[in-house]
């Protein structure tokens, strides 16, 4: 007769932060988020399970067994934040208003642009992406097409096709440029280096771009030791590129071999888009919210944590904390009911119900808030 499976859920061994690193106490988070302890709006209080604590490191490849964050409370982003200077931005080519408080308001013409570089699959919903990054971050969000790459074996040609550039001149030809790439003869797998294209969106970039980042369907990687790299900033130049190959829930690939990469895992094609999409708008979002001055959070578990390998990356939340959402709404001056709202519409249109129910409980708690001051 065999035995009935143990009720005990086995623990995930603890690791040690990195030397030097503690996590914040309950006070130090309190006073991160910005606001004094008597007068703290109902949308950033904490009602006991919506905002989880940073988990404790449970792999030596966690991002916090490796290294030291300081982190940053909103009064130290208010003062080190470029976006709020009454200088203009060194690489901006817009019309700057110094008096402004919100990035709309100094920048009244600026989007954020993102350019598709390579042909993605029907697995990967670029449309819906870019519609989320609209309601996350509520900014005018636009496509910058007019970039394509073409394969021949293990040669990839990025292709220019300027009449999409306003900047181009009226009689500019389309161009080619060979990117710096590896490849394996036998797996047929092809890595593009991420500074080649990097190089070339700092000169795509629209004037009225506030940043622009690329996306790709093809893997990348930066050193010849990396096994990939999920993509790379340039934050002066405010240009980006970003890979979703390896967010592909049916991949198997070495933890050793960079060439060594394979879709094996047979997952249902709706739950495979889902997956794809989901983690496609965390790491997006993640970095824009990079290249407008949020660095990595410390003080809750939230979509800003930094990840030191991809299934930390893949269980992290998709939220801000308040800390983080008090600064991203300092920034761009959305109203923090109206930003959930929308957000909700999004999860529920693509059926994110984890996220979905967050946000119906989050709604709740802030109106109830709101009821109580009539």
């Not at 449309?127 to 990839?156: T, W």
Request: aromatic letters at 10%; one cysteine or more; proline letters at 6%.
């Amino acid at each position: 007769m065999s035995k009935a499976p143990s009720k005990r859920k086995r623990l995930k061994k603890l690791i040690p932060y990195a030397r030097g690193f503690h996590p914040p106490s309950q006070q130090v988070k309190s006073r991160a988020v910005g606001f004094e302890i008597n007068s703290v709006p109902q949308e950033y209080k904490d009602d006991g399970s919506s905002f989880l604590p940073i988990p404790r490191p449970t792999s030596q490849d966690d991002w916090l067994a490796q290294y030291v964050e300081k982190g940053q409370s909103y009064k130290d982003y208010l003062l080190e934040n470029p976006w709020f200077s009454q200088r203009k931005h060194k690489f901006m080519q817009q019309k700057f208003i110094p008096s402004g408080n919100t990035i709309c308001e100094k920048y009244p013409d600026g989007k954020i642009y993102i350019a598709k570089i390579g042909a993605f699959s029907s697995d990967i919903c670029f449309d819906d992406l870019v519609d989320y990054i609209k309601r996350f971050l509520c900014l005018p969000v636009c496509v910058l097409n007019g970039l394509d790459i073409v394969q021949e074996r293990d040669r990839l040609t990025l292709i220019e096709d300027p009449t999409y550039n306003p900047l181009s001149r009226p009689e500019a030809r389309i161009k080619r440029s060979t990117l710096h790439t590896r490849y394996d003869g036998k797996t047929k797998h092809l890595q593009i280096c991420v500074d080649s294209i990097l190089s070339k969106l700092r000169s795509v970039k629209p004037h009225d771009a506030l940043c622009l980042i690329g996306l790709t369907p093809h893997d990348l990687y930066g050193d010849k030791s990396d096994l990939f790299v999920a993509g790379m900033a340039a934050g002066l130049q405010q240009v980006a590129v970003f890979s979703l190959m390896r967010y592909n829930p049916a991949l198997s690939f070495s933890t050793e071999h960079w060439y060594d990469i394979e879709e094996t895992k047979k997952i249902d094609p709706v739950e495979k888009r889902r997956l794809i999409l989901q983690r496609s708008c965390k790491l997006v979002v993640h970095e824009l919210c990079h290249l407008l001055g949020l660095p990595h959070c410390i003080y809750y578990s939230c979509c800003m944590n930094g990840s030191g390998h991809l299934q930390e990356d893949f269980d992290q939340p998709m939220m801000l904390c308040p800390v983080d959402l008090h600064k991203l709404q300092t920034l761009t001056g959305f109203d923090v009911e109206a930003r959930y709202k929308t957000l909700l519409e999004f999860f529920l249109k693509n059926n994110f119900f984890k996220e979905a129910n967050w946000v119906e409980k989050r709604l709740k708690f802030v109106q109830k808030g709101e009821e109580s001051k009539r």
